[in-house]
């Protein structure tokens, strides 16, 4: 029996609350039980295409949509948690967004709940996605408590990350709820798309699937093409609403003059002068990246998972105590998956914003 129909036939339709048995310390939130590891975890090499292309353990009951929802196996009642809403890019797919940016490795440590759902051929698509999404966070609210949710952090990659901009712009149900956002390679606040991307060579990435990459035998699926209709949302026009920002991406996407040295999201929400940069190393690559056959394999879309070096330029003393910083993973493009340290890095930051 292959991993997708096991889980199809295990029940999680079934829509559920909070439920902690006397007899032991686990939890299950919505019908979906809690593992340390979690569910359908890569290896730290060379994850299968079974893994990464699997549906999620969670239904929508509205819609009838699966995603993948992780959490503290020990979660008390009444407990304060924060929730994530981890969007993929263009042409991928959810438990290939999982391990691209690996919170969920850190699921209990800092006590996140994370959702990370899929959209069906790859895209995010406002009047058929946006109603799911808000299901999510609904179903989440009443799973864990909305009262108990101590921040909700929108993080994204690519064409996610642009989805992500897009539903704080134009959506009062996520605006009046976020707290911060974490945009991987997904447009930066305050900045034009060309002053800080640079140019994917022509022949790669393929367009953005049809169907489900999974459909595709032995595929691993694609981690973000841009898609046909141009961007979700224009990063450079900044939202009313002040919230934390973080953006990340691999040294080789950034456009030629690099990092830049001034936010114009830093500046509205009273961060003091960009300070200089510390480094975090990580010794073990990510579980993922863009393993399909190309036209023109290149290191601006990025190349086989490997360690490396992350440099972090933060905005201090933020009003408020939100937090704006830009991250720079040195020798990486836009598909390798994030290294473990970075990943915590990045969670630690979330974390520290007030």
């Known amino acids: ?14 829509f559920g609350a909070l439920h902690a048995p006397a007899s ?14 979690p569910v359908l975890h890569c290896p730290d090499k060379a994850c299968p295409a079974a893994v990464t292309s699997s549906p999620g353990n969670v239904m929508d009951r509205k819609t009838g949509r699966q995603y993948f929802l992780d959490y503290p196996c020990d979660l008390k009642p009444n407990e304060k948690v924060t929730f994530v809403l981890n969007l993929h890019g263009g042409g991928s797919i959810e438990n290939w967004q999982r391990h691209y940016f690996p919170i969920v490795d850190y699921k209990e440590k800092y006590r996140l709940v994370i959702a990370t759902p899929y959209g069906p051929g790859g895209i995010w698509q406002g009047e058929r996605d946006d109603p799911h999404l808000r299901n999510i966070v609904e179903q989440v609210e009443g799973a864990v408590g909305k009262d108990n949710i101590k921040a909700f952090w929108l993080a994204g990659h690519s064409f996610g990350g642009q989805t992500s901009n897009r539903l704080i712009m134009n959506d009062a149900f996520f605006t009046e709820r976020v707290d911060g956002w974490v945009s991987l390679s ?6 034009k798309r060309e002053e800080v991307r640079a140019t994917i060579p022509r022949g790669t990435p393929p367009p953005p ?10 595929a691993t699926p694609p981690a973000g093409g841009p898609p046909a209709g141009g961007l979700a949302a224009d990063a450079s026009v900044l939202p009313a609403k002040p919230f934390s920002f973080i953006y990340e991406a691999g040294e080789h996407e950034w456009a030629a003059a690099g990092v830049p040295k001034e936010s114009k999201w830093a500046q509205k929400l009273g961060c003091k002068a960009q300070a200089s940069p510390r480094e975090i190393t990580d010794v073990k690559a990510g579980y993922v990246f863009d393993s399909r056959p190309q036209e023109n394999r290149n290191k601006i879309w990025g190349m086989d998972p490997r360690p490396g070096t992350a440099k972090i330029w933060a905005y201090p003393d933020c009003a408020d105590g939100r937090v704006v910083a830009d991250i720079s ?5 836009h598909t390798e998956g994030l290294e473990p340290k970075i990943t915590e890095e990045i969670v630690k930051m979330m974390l520290s914003a007030k």
């Open 1 to 14: 029996m292959t991993i997708s129909r096991w889980l199809a036939g295990a029940g999680l339709m079934a």
């Open 186 to 191: 997904g447009g930066r606040l305050g900045s």
């Open 329 to 333: 993973r040195l020798d990486k493009g």
């Open 209 to 218: 699937a049809a169907t489900p990459p999974a459909a595709t035998p032995g």
């Open 24 to 37: 032991a310390q686990a939890v299950t939130l919505l019908n979906a039980a809690c593992s340390s590891p």
